[in-house]
Structures are given as structure tokens and as C-alpha cells.
């Protein structure tokens, strides 16, 4: 048994391990999502344990844009739970962001899974030019 966190591709798993309690797995997208404004992007996030009759609860940690909705909303508990984010930026929400979900065992083991997104302007694409080639 061990106390602690550890990070591996992302995943963060936080407690103790003890008495055959295995950590609650997280499913959530891992590469770098990319969105221009007034586009919709969607993906599921998922949360499950292998412990024979575990719950688990799904939530939000951090880093819910504003407009963005789950569905069904969080908290949600149960094995295996999904979620559906679904969100379109505006153009005020340009730029990096990190949403934070964490699927947490009523062993107290947690893991979280962080995603990352990139907000581009519509307005770059319509003239075909990326953020690496533009000078002002």
C-alpha cells in the first residue's frame, strides 16, 4: 500500500492504495483539441472501476468555459458513467484551455483527466493562414 499521486500521459491518480482497491479509470481526449470560434466541439468523457460493485462519480475539477455543458450534467455517479462536453466558443475566448475531470471511487481513489483545447480565430482559417505564419 502507498500514499500519493503519480502522473502517467496526463493522468493524474491521487490516494491510497490498499486492500485490492484499484484506481478508477478516465477517458477524455488526450491530444490537443482545436476549435475556432462559432464551431462546436464535442467529445465523451467516461469514468469506470474494475472493483467488483464500485461507484464511481464523474465531475468537474476546474476550467469549465463559459457556455460549455455536460450531458447528462455533473456530478454522475454510477460504473461506467459518460458525459458529453459540448461547447462553441466565442470570439472572447480565444487561446488555451484546460478542463479538468475527475472520476473519484468511494474507496477515496481519484484520478483526473486534464484536456486541452485551442481556440483559433474563424477569421485566420478564412484566409488560410495559421498563427505560425502571421506578422503584424
Known sequence: ???????????VVKGELSGGNT???CTAPTTLQI????ANLSFDVSGSDVNAGDIVELSIVSGMPAGATMTPPLPISGNPVTSRFSWTPDLTQLGFHTVIFRVKDRGGLETDCPVRIRVD???????????????L
Not at 476549435?35 to 462559432?38: K, P
Not at 480565430?121 to 506578422?135: D, K, M, P, T
Open 1 to 11: 500500500s502507498g500514499t500519493g499521486s503519480s502522473t502517467v500521459f496526463g493522468v
Open 35 to 38: 476549435i475556432v470560434n462559432n
Open 23 to 25: 484506481p478508477p479509470d
Open 121 to 135: 480565430s474563424e477569421c485566420f482559417l478564412a484566409y488560410g493562414l495559421s498563427r505560425g505564419n502571421v506578422s
